[in-house]
């Protein structure tokens, strides 16, 4: 099992230029995140998923937007890059609560993106 | 002893020592905690959970503490090693009805030194 897969891994973007972060699990888990750490800062929630078919926000959705079509992928999109947007972007997938192993990676890799 | 950074508290502890991290979060409504480990670069890890009907739960050489009354969670790490330095989140379930949506701390960065 690969976990949680993130693509791409760094980016820059233009003011104004688009992109999705993709994301992707192979548990089968319901649950899946997005977040965005900016430096030296926590994770703040950007969209979340409980399922296939549902979205819902967070606290910081402004100038994001989400997808769930298949329980495997949930692709964050950028549509007006602004420099605010400049972080790095994390997905996780955990099981449902209190399902969490130790050692077990449910946290994709990160994505660091830079808007200029 | 933990000192208050530019962005992250910070603690500073000799390897061998006992470390213990302070966590404060917000919602009393709030029934279950889960405490991350994030190394430079990486993702966040889980380390350990507690339900709110708990007030102490143990893993392998850490253990989590819950006081409700003042909203405050612990993690202590025993026999702190250098391999433990990294950034460390609680995160609080702020989800009803059985669902799951973690938020997370601000974090404290914890340096071992050999």
């Known amino acids: 099992n690969a976990g949680v897969t993130q693509t791409p891994k760094f980016r820059i973007l233009k003011i104004g230029q688009s992109m999705t972060l993709q994301c992707t699990q192979d548990?089968?888990?319901?649950?899946m995140y997005w977040y965005r750490q900016d430096p030296g800062m926590g994770l703040k929630l950007i969209y979340y998923?409980?399922?296939?078919?549902?979205?819902d926000k967070g606290e910081v959705p402004n100038g994001y937007n989400v997808s769930r079509s298949t329980t495997e992928d949930f692709p964050l999109r950028l549509e007006l890059a602004a420099p605010s947007q400049t972080s790095v972007y994390f997905c996780?997938?955990?099981?449902?609560?209190?399902?969490?192993?130790?050692?077990?990676?449910?946290f994709g890799p990160g994505t660091r993106l830079t808007v200029l | 002893g933990e000192s208050v950074g530019l962005h992250l508290p910070t603690l500073s502890v000799q390897e061998g020592d006992n470390s213990i991290i302070n966590c404060a979060y917000s919602?009393?409504?709030?029934?279950?905690f889960i405490w991350y480990k994030q190394e430079s670069g990486k993702g966040p890890q889980f380390i350990i959970d507690?339900?709110?009907?708990?007030d102490k739960r143990q893993g392998q050489r850490v253990t989590v503490l819950l006081n409700k009354t003042v909203k405050h969670l612990s993690l202590q790490i025993a026999a702190t090693q250098p391999g433990d330095s990294a950034v460390y989140f609680c995160a609080e379930n702020i989800g009803s009805g059985g669902s799951y949506i973690p938020t997370f701390g601000r974090g404290t960065s914890l340096i071992v030194h050999p």
């Open positions: 507690i339900r709110s009907n708990m």
């Open positions: 919602n009393s409504a709030s029934d279950y």
């Open positions: 998923s409980v399922g296939a078919g549902i979205t």
């Open positions: 548990m089968n888990h319901n649950y």
């Open positions: 996780a997938s955990p099981p449902d609560l209190e399902g969490l192993v130790r050692d077990t990676q449910y």
